[in-house]
């Protein structure tokens, strides 16, 4: 039974003997060429790095390093460069098979989102659009993963259900521009929100507890391979000009080509679906890093993702009560 959980550790913690798993695992060489491994290890509530230096490699089971791999931990709780990580003293395999305490899930219930998906499509007027999409999703292969596949691998909405909470968050977003842009076609760009990640259910494999990429992902890639699904169910059953419309939100949605679309938004609606998607993933990447704020600290690390910022708490729950006082 898990005791211990990534969001309830504190800096200067020491514990002996708690499960996480392994995500990350890579050999490298410090300065004076020794060896040591940095790991990624977490649970449903989090991840952090960890460090095995070298000195301590007799206290580690080199075979449970691998990613995916459940370890029993004593480690003491540091901090460096603002950021918790642990300092491994000891690593053994274990034999887990509950994957709900190590897997990070979306905060949603995930059948009531997709309830909630499936009533977005029962409310679009184009009747042909209304009938590919509800075909896509009778494929109880497509709904399954669409329900519980995470959006990536890391970056945002990395956890269980994290593909289909961004989807709703981007149909949420979308919904709040009726008013101001009457002349959209809603019906399009909510097919294109929908559909514009599908791919991702045939990149990643997510059956167990650290998703990777499949063969497949690597290469192609979500933006073609959700280009292809979507050809299949709808080549036949859409108007010209709407099938080539919801194809090309498909293809464009990373906005430049340097991004992985090999065509660039050439409509109102691939522009805004460009947009609210970066809204989505790049908000939830600033919610992530500001809840990994150390204690006592006001700023995250720099975030590669948002252009390197550091992302402040607001000043929110300081407490310096464990630093050095001057008085």
């Not at 002349?183 to 167990?208: C, Q, S, V």
Request: glycine share 6%; charged share 25%; with cysteine.
């Amino acid at each position: 039974m898990k005791n211990l959980y990534v969001c309830d550790l504190q800096k200067s913690q020491v514990f002996e003997n708690e499960t996480f798993v392994i995500f990350e695992s890579e050999r490298l060489q410090d300065k004076n060429g020794n060896p040591y491994y940095s790991l990624v290890v977490g649970d449903k509530t989090g991840r952090l790095p960890a460090k095995i230096w070298g000195e301590k490699k007799e206290e580690i089971e080199l075979k449970s390093l691998k990613p995916g791999s459940v370890a029993e931990i004593s480690a003491k709780v540091e901090e460096f460069k603002g950021k918790l990580q642990l300092n491994i003293l000891s690593l053994r395999g274990v034999n887990e098979g509950i994957l709900e305490e190590y897997l990070e899930q979306s905060k949603y219930n995930s059948e009531k989102m997709m309830s909630e998906l499936l009533e977005v499509i029962e409310k679009i007027k184009d009747k042909d659009i209304k009938k590919v999409l509800k075909k896509i999703f009778s494929d109880k292969e497509i709904a399954r993963k669409f329900k519980y596949w995470p959006a990536a691998v890391s970056v945002h909405h990395d956890f269980r259900s994290g593909l289909l909470q961004h989807v709703l968050e981007m149909l949420e977003i979308s919904f709040g521009l009726k008013k101001y842009y009457p002349e959209i076609n809603y019906d399009i760009l909510t097919a294109g929100i929908i559909l514009h990640d599908l791919g991702k259910i045939y990149e990643l494999d997510a059956t167990g507890i650290v998703a990777s990429f499949t063969k497949e992902g690597t290469l192609i890639g979500h933006i073609s391979k959700g280009a292809l699904v979507f050809h299949d169910f709808a080549k036949d059953h859409l108007p010209e000009n709407t099938y080539l419309h919801i194809l090309h939100l498909i293809l464009s949605h990373h906005g430049v080509l340097m991004y992985g679309s090999p065509v660039v938004p050439s409509s109102i609606e691939a522009v805004m679906l460009s947009l609210i998607d970066n809204l989505s993933a790049k908000s939830r990447i600033a919610e992530k890093a500001k809840s990994k704020i150390a204690k006592g600290m006001e700023f995250s690390p720099n975030i590669s993702w948002l252009e390197n910022a550091k992302i402040w708490n607001g000043g929110e729950s300081q407490d310096f009560s464990d630093q050095i006082s001057f008085t």
